[in-house]
Antibody
Framework: EVQLVESGGGLVQPGRSLRLSCAASGFTFDDYAMHWVRQAPGKGLEWVSGISWNSGSIGYADSVKGRFTISRDNAKNSLYLQMNSLRAEDTALYYC??????????????WGQGTLVTVSS | QSALTQPASVSGSPGQSITISCTGTSSDVGGYNYVSWYQQHPGKAPKLMIYDVSNRPSGVSNRFSGSKSGNTASLTISGLQAEDEADYYCSSYTSSSTLCVVFGGGTKLTVL
């Protein structure tokens, strides 16, 4: 059974940093691209960042480019999102999502339950 | 990275069919056959319903179907059931940047 378990969310002040983690199991992690998708309270889904199976291709939404860094450790079956210079508008539930393809095409066939990030003073 | 355009809401009666549109550009929906559709019930994680424009994952009802014409993709749900009431989102791979994906704003489906 595929499982994606996010952690690392919490309350943080504007301008501070936070690191999210996603522990994956139930599939061959290093065969697939992985992504972070967020959802602000009461709002729609927003793609945040994606990384290919071998970290050779990485992409970011314009809204987080230069502030967030995605990475993965295939030996630990884990995905990460380093979030710096956090803003109030980054407040959201952050989902880890598995891509259906190694190169990353945006077909998210499995999702975690999300970890909540709240940016507030 | 402009969001794809979806209607804010659609509705239908049980047994009827509805279609949700998702309009993008030649850089996303029109340029790639990598359009997906997701169903999200309140308080739950999204669920993949259609991928690569018209493919259904294992376990998804054949009442759900997808198609694309030009820059617009569509999700059709036939034989509406009460449990289909949810938010639906489309997404597409986009060439605006390396490994970049864009979502639609979401459509609230109400089963009357």
């Amino acid at each position: 059974e595929v499982q994606l378990v996010e952690s690392g969310g919490g309350l943080v002040q504007p301008g501070r940093s936070l690191r999210l983690s996603c522990a994956a199991s139930g599939f061959t992690f290093d065969d697939y691209a992985m992504h972070w998708v967020r959802q602000a309270p009461g709002k729609g889904l927003e793609w945040v960042s994606g990384i290919s199976w071998n970290s050779g291709s990485i992409g970011y939404a314009d809204s987080v480019k230069g502030r967030f860094t995605i990475s993965r450790d295939n030996a630990k079956n884990s995905l990460y999102l380093q979030m710096n210079s956090l803003r109030a508008e980054d407040t959201a539930l952050y989902y880890c999502a598995k891509d259906n393809y190694g190169s990353g095409r945006g077909d998210f066939d499995y999702w975690g339950q999300g970890t909540l990030v709240t940016v507030s003073s | 990275q402009s969001a794809l355009t979806q209607p804010a809401s659609v509705s239908g009666s049980p047994g009827q069919s509805i279609t949700i549109s998702c309009t993008g550009t030649s850089s996303d929906v029109g340029g790639y056959n990598y359009v997906s559709w997701y169903q999200q019930h309140p308080g739950k994680a999204p669920k993949l319903m259609i991928y690569d424009v018209s493919n259904r994952p294992s376990g998804v009802s054949n009442r759900f179907s997808g198609s694309k014409s030009g820059n617009t993709a569509s999700l059709t749900i036939s034989g509406l059931q009460a449990e289909d009431e949810a938010d639906y989102y489309c997404s597409s791979y986009t060439s605006s940047s390396t490994l970049c994906v864009v979502f639609g704003g979401g459509t609230k489906l109400t089963v009357l």
